[in-house]
């Protein structure tokens, strides 16, 4: 399964957006370590914004289309305050992904015992 990763990304100071990254990318660790394939718009296009200029609906609209390929979306801490994972939820719902609250409403994908980095 494809499982998107929703949650905060914008912040005023360039290290609150390195933190939600990083947030991201672990629960993106999370979902692989579960048997599934993580996508991470955070680190698609991550911190772009500190180099171009491009207008928010683009990557809103890229985000949007991201998530329509993928099987279900997790909603990871503080995606209540982003006005794009809230966004992304309601798209899930009316699309008919899985949704998943938490890491733990998350199925494994394989064994447990397999669903390790260290092998």
Do not use: Q
Not at 31 to 42: A, S
Not at 68 to 95: F, N, Q, T
């Amino acid at each position: 399964m494809i499982i998107y990763i929703a949650g905060r990304y914008r912040a005023d100071k360039e290290l609150m957006v390195d933190r939600h990254v990083a947030v991201a990318e672990y629960f993106g660790i999370l979902v692989m370590e579960k048997g599934h394939f993580p996508l991470i718009p955070h680190t698609n296009t991550g911190r772009f914004e500190r180099m171009v200029d491009y207008p928010d609906r683009i990557y809103l609209e890229g985000t949007m289309d991201l998530l329509r390929r993928c099987d279900g979306i997790l909603m990871i801490p503080g995606w209540r305050k982003s006005e794009g994972a809230v966004a992304e939820l309601e798209k899930a719902k009316r699309d008919g992904h899985c949704i998943f609250m938490s890491i733990d409403d998350v199925p494994w994908g394989w064994d447990e015992d397999e669903a390790t980095l260290d092998g």
